[in-house]
């Protein structure tokens, strides 16, 4: 059984893992990459905090993103929902051998590979101890998978939205192609739209706001992160309705 710790600031999170981030060199997925993370994440489970995982496919495919080929955007975000699963699934193995049990619930039905999502399922699992990943954003195309992460967190009821990327937090601009871009402690939503941001897109930006969701955006990077996300140290940015 998982024991409470005063030190832990977010009892239920919503765990938003980039698929790119999650990527080696030259490799579809990192193994030793992986490992670490799933012991980060035990190491947390362990302090009395419940995992609800959104994971992206920007190491596989992206529908809005194809490299050159022309599908239909449809399908393509068909095949970048299915491209999600590979890694939940990767993701679920790696946590069951760090020793955490854990569920992969598809919000459409992949019966011969995983359950389908019910949000009182996986609120009733989370409960019980399980971490659960859910994998195709919300399940219909032209959404992202930062949607999904909202969505999941709001149906879920979780404390913050943990969104672990492979750039530190938010920047006024691109800090891949800009050496002087500016990183934000902390941003409102309406902040975030006006100055165009991009931090979320227009839609998890809505649920966000509407729901009164927190987001901490940090690195994947070092998995360390995701423990001192959770005891609410001072990494990455945080996204909110509250002005701090």
Not at 3 to 20: A, D, M, P, T
Not at 134 to 139: E, R, S
Request: charged share 25%.
């Amino acid at each position: 059984m998982s024991k409470e710790n005063e030190n832990v600031r977010y009892k239920r999170v919503l765990l938003k893992l980039s698929g790119e981030a999650l990527a080696g060199d030259g490799k579809i997925l990192n193994g030793e990459f992986l490992e670490k993370v799933s012991a980060e994440i035990k190491k947390c489970a362990d302090m009395g905090v419940q995992f609800a995982i959104v994971i992206g496919a920007g190491n596989i495919w992206r529908g809005a993103r194809q490299g050159g080929l022309k599908i239909d955007r449809v399908r393509g975000d068909h095949m970048g929902m299915l491209a999600t699963v590979i890694n939940a699934l990767a993701l679920q193995d790696y946590l069951i051998k760090a020793g955490l049990k854990t569920r992969v619930m598809s919000p459409f039905a992949i019966q011969q590979v995983c359950e389908t999502y019910s949000q009182y399922k996986a609120i009733e699992a989370l409960e019980n101890g399980e971490a659960v990943i859910i994998p195709c954003g919300v399940g219909y195309p032209y959404f992202s998978t930062d949607t999904g992460m909202m969505l999941r967190a709001a149906e879920l009821k979780c404390d913050c939205a943990l969104a672990a990327k492979n750039v530190d937090g938010i920047y006024d601009k691109d800090p891949n192609k800009y050496p002087d871009a500016k990183k934000y402690d902390a941003l409102t939503y309406e902040e975030a739209l006006n100055k165009n941001l991009k931090a979320l897109d227009a839609a998890a930006s809505a649920i966000g706001m509407e729901n009164d969701i927190k987001v901490l955006a940090f690195a994947l990077e070092t998995p360390e992160n995701i423990t001192s996300a959770i005891k609410g140290e001072n990494i990455g940015t945080i996204l909110s309705n509250e002005k701090i």
